[in-house]
């Protein structure tokens, strides 16, 4: 599952997020920054919540709610400064 979103209103940034569901990497960049990177091996919880904080003068607050549907199958809610953002759904 791969997406980004653009994210502002003074401060325009593009958040990328991209997870691999076979070989369990997990990545976050900021306007082509990595700011998270995670691998997981074994045992992908049914739910994740990784947040990250977007900007200087304007403080964005971007969450992403990752929850496993089936094995290959995931919903990716994405929350910006705690309101329902978008929804995605893939594998």
């Known amino acids: 599952m791969k997406f980004c ?3 502002g209103i003074k401060e325009h940034h593009l958040v990328e ?10 990545q ?9 990177s995670h691998v997981r091996f ?9 947040t990250i904080h977007v900007g200087d003068c304007e403080r ?3 969450r992403f ?10 919903k990716c809610r994405v929350f910006v400064n705690d309101r329902l ?3 995605f759904e893939g594998t």
Do not use: M, W
């Open 5 to 7: 979103v653009e994210v």
């Open 17 to 26: 997020f991209a997870f691999s569901q076979l070989l369990g990497q997990l």
């Open 28 to 36: 976050i960049r900021v306007d082509n920054k990595e700011v998270k």
């Open 42 to 50: 074994i045992n992908e919880p049914l739910t994740e919540i990784h």
């Open 60 to 62: 964005i607050d971007v």
């Open 65 to 74: 709610e990752k929850e496993r549907i089936s094995t290959f199958s995931q």
């Open 85 to 87: 953002y978008k929804c």
